[in-house]
């Protein structure tokens, strides 16, 4: 890795040293993956890695947490493609000493999870070693006609849509972060979802993630219509930065971000699936760029400043 390099130029470079292979349909850079079931349904495969340390500090975090939220990050994987997720597959390397209990808890964590989403634990690994907590679930899901939903197909003129408010998941939330699942599946029976991502890293990073992976796209966002959650306002309180910003950058919201062509716009916003909050927040447009449009008509750029695992090592 060169100095400098960021988290997402080194997954480009990796998929691109990485050959194709018939049964994968669609490999690195989504969230996740798809490959092709022979005679059946195309299958989805996410996996994410939690660290102590890094991603949550045992201590401030239970393990039940841990497990949790270990759990559903990969649910909201499967959830932004629209899918059905079905099997989970648990790594762990458990600090010794008390690697019993705190397994003990990770299960804790994940079993209502997994039987709320109707997902199997259907293996792993257990290791016990000198170093802290770390754990690696894979998750399988089925896709769901007419299928998975990717981050490449927005098109200009497309509507963007959020599924909550956003900002501010450091102050507790990001340990229990809820997965669209149930939302996204409405969503995809009731229109044609064009593009979609959840937002782990921020709106502004994987919102840029869309555009680039539809075409280099832009998109105009309108700032008065970002919902923004009530611990961005307690964030605010606490740095130098508005409730807005927290919005737009921070990570861990799990919130769904989806394009759709305007007619279905029209229709999501008349009559929205059931148990779904679907909030315009913008446009996707031809030229790329993204843009903020201000209540006094003023547009600015909006700078890309999610979370990049690479690019900031102490955050
Ligand atoms: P997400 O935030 O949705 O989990 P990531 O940003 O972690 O997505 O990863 C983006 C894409 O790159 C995914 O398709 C993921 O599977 C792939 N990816 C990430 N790290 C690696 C790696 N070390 N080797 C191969 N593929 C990777
Ligand atoms: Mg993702």
Redesign the pocket.
Known sequence: MSAGEG??E??RR??ER?PAHPRIKL???????VIHGANERDRLV???MLMDGRHFELGSATSEQVGFKALA?NLS?IA?MAGEPVAAFVAVALPRGNAAVIAEGLLRGMLPLASEFGVALAGGDTNAWDGPLVICITVIGDAVAPGPVTRSGAEPGDVLFVTGSLGGSLTGRHLAPRPRVFEALALHRAVRLKAM??L??GLSSDLAHVLKASGDLGAIIESDSIPIHPDAHSEALRDQRTALEHALHDGEDFELCFAVSAADAVVLERDPPQGVRPIRIGTIRREPGMFMKHADGSVTMLQRAGFDHLARPNS
Do not use: N, Y
């Open positions: 988290e997402f080194l997954i990796i998929a990485v490999g690195i850079g989504d969230d996740c993956a996410t996996t994410d990050v994987d932004a991502i959840d782990s890293d």
